[in-house]
Nanobody, 121 residues
Framework: VQLVESGGGLVQTGGSLRLSCVAS????????MAWYRQAPGQQRELVAK??????????NYADSVKGRFTISRDTTKDMAFLQMTSLSDEDTGVYYC?????????????WGQGTQVTVSS
């Protein structure tokens, strides 16, 4: 399985960005796709995750991004998106796409290479 992120870049404070992640390979469903970020000198942290069970999407956000970020996915294309608005310098970091599922008691976890988001005034 491979994950490829895109959409990062340099944006001014208060601006918006939309990240995309496309997964390819043998993917088990249901699964969870998520966005994590890692700021310089800090641990990687969960930003948002979306679990699709074929009927509904279950979504969770970090408190720091609630109301500003929106995660979505296109299960037909194995893609996930992160719409980010009202960006601040605290949102600067490398954003990683994550895909996980459990199958017969085993956890499968995959990561993308990351895309840099820099918020500057």
């Amino acid at each position: 399985v491979q994950l490829v992120e895109s959409g990062g870049g340099l944006v001014q404070t208060g601006g918006s960005l939309r990240l995309s992640c496309v997964a390819s390979g043998s993917i088990w469903s249901p699964n969870t796709m998520a966005w994590y970020r890692q700021a310089p000198g800090q641990q990687r942290e969960l930003v948002a995750k979306i679990t699709s069970d074929g009927y509904t999407n279950h979504i969770n956000y970090a408190d720091s991004v609630k109301g500003r970020f929106t995660i979505s996915r296109d299960t037909t294309k194995d893609m996930a998106f992160l719409q980010m608005t009202s960006l601040s310098d605290e949102d600067t970091g490398v954003y990683y796409c994550n895909l996980e599922w459990r199958h017969y008691g085993l956890d499968y976890v995959f990561w993308g290479q990351g895309t840099q988001v820099t918020v500057s005034s």
